[in-house]
C-alpha cells in the first residue's frame, strides 16, 4: 500500500466518522431522544458487515470506491430504520404498547423497505456485473460493497432492530408501569386489621348487654314500689 493510499484511506476514514456523527445529531433534533438514534445506528456495522462478507465472496480487493460505497450505504441503511422507527413512535403516541406498536409498524413498512432496497440493489447489477467497460475497477467495488451491505442491513433492519426498541423503549415501559401501581399502591388509604376489628366488636357486644339486662331489673323495683300506693289508693275509694 502506497502513501497516496494510505492518505486517502484516513481521509475516508474520518469522513465515515464525520458522516455518521451528522447523522446521529439529525436523528437526535428528529426524534427528541438520545438513545433512540444510537438504536438506528445499529444498522451501520450490519451493513458493513454485508459489503465485507460479498467482497471476500468475490475476492475483489478493498478499495477507495470500496469506502466510497460504505460512505453511501450509511444514508441508504439509516433511512430504512428511520422510517421504521418514526412509525412505531407514532403508534406509541396514539396509546399503543411497544409490542403491539412494533407488530403493527414493521407489518407497514415491511413491504416499502423491501421494495427500495431491492430497487437499488437490482439498480447496481450491471455495476457489479463488470459490465461498464473501463470504469469496472471503480464501479464493480462501489457497487459490491452497496449491494452486500444493502441486503445484509435490510435483513437484520427488520429483525434485530425491533428486538433492541422493544428490549430498551419496552424495558422503559414497563418499569414506568411498575412505579405507576406502586404509587398508586401508597397512594391507598389502608383498612383496618381483622384482628383489631375482631377485637373492637368484641369488648363492644358486652357493653352493649350491660344496658339491655339492667332494664328489666330497674322496672320491677317500679312495678313492687308502685303496687302498695296503688293498693291503698283501691282501698279509700272502697270506703268512701
Known amino acids: 500500500m502506497t502513501a497516496d493510499q494510505q492518505e486517502s484511506f484516513a481521509q475516508l476514514g474520518l469522513a465515515l466518522l464525520a458522516a455518521i456523527l451528522i447523522v446521529y445529531v439529525v436523528m437526535v433534533a428528529t426524534f427528541k431522544s438520545l438513545l433512540q438514534p444510537l438504536l438506528l445506528l445499529v444498522s451501520v456495522p450490519f451493513a458493513a ?4 462478507l460479498l467482497q471476500v465472496a468475490t475476492g475483489i480487493p478493498l478499495g477507495v470506491a470500496s469506502l466510497v460505497g460504505v460512505l453511501m450505504l450509511v444514508g441508504i441503511v439509516v433511512t430504512n430504520a428511520i422510517v421504521l422507527v418514526d412509525l412505531v413512535n407514532q403508534y406509541r403516541e396514539r396509546g399503543m ?13 415491511l413491504r416499502p423497505i423491501l421494495m427500495t432496497a431491492l430497487a437499488t440493489i437490482f439498480a447496481l447489477f450491471p455495476l457489479a456485473l463488470g459490465i461498464t467497460g473501463s470504469g469496472g475497477f471503480i464501479s464493480q467495488p462501489l457497487a459490491l460493497v452497496v449491494i452486500g451491505g444493502l441486503f445484509s442491513s435490510t435483513l437484520l433492519t427488520l429483525l434485530v432492530l425491533p428486538a433492541l426498541y422493544d428490549l430498551v423503549e419496552g424495558g422503559r415501559e414497563r418499569r414506568r408501569a411498575r412505579r405507576a401501581a406502586e ?56 270506703d268512701d
Open 183 to 238: 404509587r398508586a399502591a401508597a397512594d391507598e388509604p389502608r383498612a383496618p386489621e381483622p384482628a383489631l376489628a375482631a377485637t373492637g366488636a368484641a369488648a363492644a357486644a358486652p357493653a352493649a348487654a350491660a344496658p339491655a339486662a339492667a332494664g328489666p331489673a330497674a322496672a320491677a323495683p317500679e312495678r313492687s314500689v308502685a303496687g302498695p300506693d296503688a293498693e291503698r289508693a283501691s282501698a279509700e275509694e272502697d
Open 97 to 109: 404498547e411497544v409490542r403491539d406498536a412494533l407488530l403493527h409498524g414493521a407489518s407497514r413498512r
Open 49 to 52: 458487515t454485508g459489503a465485507i
